[in-house]
Each structure stands twice: as structure tokens, then as C-alpha cells.
């Protein structure tokens, strides 16, 4: 069984569960213990994004609300929260909002535009937009709190409440290069030509998130995800050097909850990634979790990592190729997960055989 | 030394050097051949998209001709190729076309759009489609052919000469997607939805391919690149069922050419890029030359991989990184290169402070 941080504190793992609602035996705490399923044993199984727009239901609500008042108005973001849940049967529900939503309260006001994803029409372009950014606390969220508490409430024991927040290194690239990038050249060049500007920045956002995620800890998440998507553009040097001691902070501040890692892109990143202190590293659909288990520290928990796009496939090629990833997966600890987010195109037939295809073996 | 394939031929190395006036001992070619720089003696350099619009010499001719004509008509991509050796005293010249351009002949026509790169106003949507396209011969691509003459004979013996093509897979993926493309779903989900078509479709551009690189060669290229930019988006699992097994036909029908596979992303996908059978690979900034050498056979020649973004950097950031790219690749055979293509906004002075530093140490 692994022997990280998180194992060897896992006598305080009564402690992990916030809500007596909830229990610390679903599958996915299992795993996130170190065990492995055994033969014939269903690992744990969610997706990225399993709420939104691929989902009728979800697009129903949409019709009615734009994506900021569902994700701020607790009633609407726990039942977008539990609709994925209620359909697939999937072991963990994960929060419904974004993870630019601490950057509002923040100072750094995004709007989402069609087609585009989100833009910041004032990216941050000088020391002083830095300086002004606020550190926010609880109270700016606490509408996120609310949610978990109501999604809380309305889970089954056997189904364990995740909750998120990005990682600095991608807020920062959001706030820098004001939206999607191709190349991150923008957040890139303040990296590497103001390097005390950029770890300002890096250290606000840390801040921050740590102050977010306690908020989340302590309203019913019973573990933690943590997006770190985009650095995987970064080199193993930039990101050991300027990235992971940043990230390696949020963890230190979050002992007593199990927690997972995830980039996409991180084939060169793992073993770095690994040492920041995440219970589990979730790995996109480049590498196969064969792979990945040489790159991590024995029986460190793996989440991942079929391409999401296979699930836009004919049903029997993306059931095909999960059998494999469940065959990949199953030499440790694994979670099975899709190795980016969920695209609106998705069938939810396709989804739904997937998950039943895992919980049926 | 390396042992593979390419170093078993190597009685045959004076056949490799279609031009008598260039030579055989250039530093690129000794380094293909698997010869590691003694101390002190630099390794060869040179960038991918050395010749383009960061130019200012470039940018003059650009002003009087569009891309394609610059590209089609000899002596103006002779002189553009020619550019930055004249500039930067590279130790190789790289042909002056597009990985696009026998697309043309095939019947995809294409054009470039301002800010947006390559647009197929057709893309590939069916079988027939497919069918349609034509495999070429050498005849169609004549003016690439007179290009390389025209560069071998201003050459100075100690530059060497690259001619390259685009790989099926990313050739494949231009046609499908249409373009620059974010997830590449489409090229993804004719490969799982329609694999023979797939497969039907990478036949004609591998045929076609190795017609064009065969023209190359007669032609003076004494070194082929082979661009598989964008197969680093596949699992380690498709890329081996439905790409690698063309790329390495290309490979096999040059048995006499010392070649380099380049790809970015690629972390996870190396270890099945060195069976495909080329000399030399080349890796992107991601992945350290260290982890790079340990993932592909002893002694292979790697070719990279300073980030193209850092010549943007001040420029003491650019060359301490430039150097910590050389003491990486200094324990095997290594071309020191950019791990992508260079990019416009690139300052050429920066570029010859790290040439000069790759060749005075």
C-alpha cells in the first residue's frame, strides 16, 4: 500500500469526513487510502465536467439561467451538482462552478463568450494590476459553501462530494493572457522576464486558494481536486522552479484531506508532480497508466484516463478502450476518470455504458 | 555509439551526399552518424522555421511576393532558405516550402488566412472524399527539386542541407480538421469511427510522402526531416495501431538517408517514435534532454529543445536556458535546435547570441 503523506496519516481519516451524512468508506476514499480493487471489485469511477452541457437536463436549467447564476445560487449549482449523480450512478459528485470563480471577488471580472471560452477584457499587464488583486476569504464564496451543504444532504453514503479549485499556474495564465491561449507565450514572458512580479501573483493566487478550499473542506467536500490544466505547456525546469513550490503550499495546507492532482500534458511533469503533496495525480490520455505508475512513487493512487473524445465514438470502440484503461489501471490504486473534461457533444448513453461497464466488470 | 539502424549502414554514408559539393563531415551529419562533441567542441545547431517572418530580409521579399509564390519559385525560396545561414551561421539549411504544399497536387487546395494559418475550405468528410485525393508523383513538386539545387551549390561544405515533409498523421489531420485545430476531434473520430478510410487516407499520403522525400533527395537534401507535429495528441495506444506503422514505412524506403523525427508533446509517445525507425528525434521543450536520452536506445541522436518562446525572453534568460539545454544533450549525440518552430515576433539578435554561444561554448 502507499506509503505518502496522506496514508500515514490516515488515523484522522474519521476526520476527513465533514458531513456524518457522508461516509469515509465510499469507493473513491477507499482508493484514495491506497486500496487496490480486488478481482472482480469495481474501482471508483466520476468524470471531469459530469455536469453540463452534454447532459438534457442540465440544458434545460441553462435555458433558464446563465452559467453564473446556476454556479452562484446554491439551489441551482446543487441540483446541476446531483444530476449527473442521479443518471449515471457515478461514485462522487463533484461541484458545479468554475474555477475562475474565486478571480471575480478577486478583482479580475471574465465574461464567458460564445465559442470563445472566457475572456478577461483587462488581462493583467503590469505590477500594479497585480498589486491591485485582492486576496479574497470565505465570506466572497461562501454561496460555494451553501451548495456543498445541499449537495451534502441529498448524497447516498456510497457517494463521496469532491470539491475543486484551479491551480495557480493556470489562474494565472487565465488572468495573464485573458482567455485561452495557444502558445501562453504572455504568462510565459512575465514568468521569465518579471520573475518577482509573477511569483506575487503566484503567491496571491496560492493564498487564495487555500483560503477557498478550507471554506470548501469545511461546508461537506471530502476531498479535493485540484486543476493545475495548462501546465503541462511549461518545461520541467520552469515548472519545478516558478509552478510547483506554489502548488506544493495548497497541499501542506490541507493535511487531513485526501486530494487529487491533475494537468493535462504531464507525461514530463509526473514525477515533479508527485512530490507536491497530492494524495493521487490524475494523468491525461497520452500516457497509459501503465506508464504513469513508473513515473509515481509505488501504489500512489491514479486517476484517469480515457480520451474524452472516445466517448463521441461509436459506443463499442470508447467501451472497448475502457476495458483497457481498466486493465491499465488495475496494478494499484485507480480511479477511473475520463483524461480531460467532458465535452458538450458527449452522448449520455455513451457515458452511462461506461460507468456500467466499470461497476459491471 | 548508437547502434541502430542508420550507424549499421554507415559504410554507406558517402552514398548520403547526393551533391559532391557538400560534404559528408559536416558537424549535423557526424552527429547523425552518432559522434558526441568531444568537450569543447560544439554540437550543430539550427532552428526549426529558421527562414521566415521574423526575418527583416524575409519580411522585404514577403512584401513584394505572397507565401506560395515565395515557396514555389526556386530562386526566391533559395534565397529565403539561404537567409539565415548567411545571418546566423547555422550549420544547416533547412528547404524553404510548407508541410502543406503536396497537399496542393493531391486536389486539397488550401490558402492561409491573417492570424488563423492554413484553412481547407473543403475538408475531408467522406469516403469518397478520400478516394478522390491523388497520389503524386514527383513531377508536381519539380520546383522543390530545383529549390535544393539551387541551395546545395551555395552552400559552403560545413553547412549541411535539410529537406522535410509533413507526416501522414499530421498531414491527415490538416485535411480533416480543416486547419489549426483545438482538440482535433474530427481527424480522432474518423480514425475510431471509420478506421479503413482512415487508413485508406494514410496510405496515400505515406505513397505520396515518400515519392516527395525520394525528390528531395535526388535533389541534394542530405538530411530528411520527418514533421509529425501534432501526433503527440494520440494515446500511446492509437498511435501505435493506426500511425506508427505508416511513419515507418516512410523511414524504411530511405534506408540511405540520415533522417529526424520531430513531433511536440511527444513525452509519452518516444519510446514508440524510436522503433519507427529514423536516425535521430527530435522533442520539444517539455521533456529534458536526460529523461529524453533514457526513454529511446543508447546513443540514438536527439535533436532540441529550448523553448522557441524563450528568444523572446530578455535575452540572459534566453542563453542560461540555451545553456542548460547544452549541458542536458552533452551526454549523447545532440543537434542543439528549438523544440518548435520559431515564432514572428522573435528578435534575431537573440537568436545569434545563442548560435554564438552553441559554437564558442
Known amino acids: 500500500m502507499y506509503q505518502g503523506r496522506k496514508a500515514v496519516e490516515s488515523d484522522d481519516s474519521k476526520a476527513e469526513c465533514c458531513n456524518p451524512v457522508l461516509s469515509p468508506d465510499n469507493r473513491l476514499l477507499r482508493t484514495l487510502r491506497g486500496e487496490v480493487a480486488k478481482p472482480g471489485e469495481p474501482p471508483p469511477i466520476w468524470f471531469m465536467r459530469q455536469a453540463g452541457r452534454y447532459l438534457p437536463e442540465y440544458r434545460a436549467l441553462r435555458e433558464k439561467h446563465d452559467f453564473l447564476t446556476l454556479a452562484r445560487t446554491p439551489e441551482l449549482a446543487c441540483e446541476v451538482t446531483l444530476q449527473p449523480v442521479r443518471r449515471l450512478g457515478v461514485d462522487a459528485a463533484i461541484l458545479f462552478a468554475d474555477i475562475l470563480l474565486p478571480l471575480l471577488p478577486m478583482g479580475a471580472p471574465f465574461r464567458f463568450a460564445a465559442g470563445e471560452g472566457p475572456v478577461f477584457d483587462a488581462p493583467l499587464a503590469s505590477r500594479a494590476d497585480v498589486e491591485r488583486l485582492r486576496i479574497i476569504d470565505g465570506p466572497e464564496m461562501s454561496y460555494v459553501g451553501e451548495t456543498l451543504r445541499l449537495v451534502a444532504r441529498e448524497l447516498s ?39 518577482d512580479t509573477f511569483r506575487l501573483l503566484m503567491e496571491k493566487l496560492t493564498e487564495t486558494t487555500i483560503r477557498y478550499l478550507a471554506l470548501q473542506i469545511s461546508s461537506g467536500a471530502q476531498v479535493i481536486q485540484l486543476f493545475d490544466s495548462w501546465a503541462g505547456i511549461l518545461s520541467a525546469e520552469d515548472y519545478a522552479r516558478h509552478v510547483l513550490p506554489h502548488s506544493r503550499r495548497i497541499f501542506e495546507a490541507l493535511p487531513q484531506t485526501p486530494t487529487l492532482h491533475f494537468g493535462v500534458d504531464t507525461a514530463s511533469l509526473l514525477p515533479l508532480m508527485a512530490t507536491a503533496g497530492a494524495t493521487a495525480l490524475g494523468v491525461d490520455w497520452r500516457l497509459s497508466l501503465i506508464t504513469a505508475r513508473e513515473l509515481v512513487p509505488k501504489g500512489m493512487p491514479l486517476q484517469g484516463n480515457l480520451d474524452p473524445l472516445l466517448l463521441l465514438a461509436p459506443a463499442e470502440v470508447a467501451l472497448s478502450e475502457a476495458r483497457r484503461v481498466l486493465a491499465e489501471g488495475s496494478s494499484g490504486p485507480h480511479i477511473f476518470n475520463t483524461g480531460h473534461g467532458l465535452v458538450p457533444e458527449t452522448p449520455p448513453d455513451t457515458v452511462k455504458r461506461v460507468v456500467d461497464l466499470v461497476h459491471e466488470g
Open 157 to 195: 453514503s456510497v457517494t463521496a462530494l469532491i470539491g475543486f479549485a484551479g491551480a495557480p499556474f493556470t489562474l494565472a495564465s487565465y488572468l495573464v493572457e485573458g482567455g485561452h491561449s495557444r502558445d501562453f507565450r504572455k504568462v510565459k514572458q512575465l514568468m521569465w522576464s518579471e520573475p
